[in-house]
């Protein structure tokens, strides 16, 4: 079970390090970008600010299963990375 629990944070943690350089790269890029760029950026900004959150509380004391907190993260984190894709595209990075 502990196991279990250590591989889905490890995971978990992989994917947020590679959204967080995402992230870094495309806040900036922003400085140049367009107001639906900076718009959709900011939408993204509050969805980072909960996935954060959500992520930090990941951990031996979690209540919920980790099989759904990792299902919820895993979406949270899919939206994040479309939506960071579609940002770049129109910043053409």
């Known amino acids: ?6 591989s889905v944070r490890e995971t978990l943690a992989h994917e ?3 959204l967080a350089a995402v992230r870094d790269e495309l806040r900036v ?4 970008a ?3 760029a ?3 950026w900011d939408k993204l900004e509050r969805t980072w600010e909960r996935v954060e959150t ?3 509380h990941l951990g031996d004391h979690a209540k919920a299963p980790a099989k759904e907190i990792s299902d ?4 949270l984190m899919t939206e994040l990375k479309r939506s960071y894709e ?3 595209a129109e910043i053409k990075i």
């Not at 079970?1 to 250590?6: I, L, N, P, V």
């Not at 919820?72 to 979406?75: G, K, P, R, S």
């Open 72 to 75: 919820a993260a895993q979406t």
């Open 34 to 36: 367009r107001s639906e």
């Open 86 to 88: 579609r940002v770049k």
């Open 16 to 18: 947020f390090n590679q």
């Open 1 to 6: 079970m502990d196991d279990d629990k250590k």
């Open 38 to 40: 900076r718009d959709e």
């Open 29 to 32: 890029q922003l400085r140049l």
């Open 54 to 56: 959500e992520f930090k």
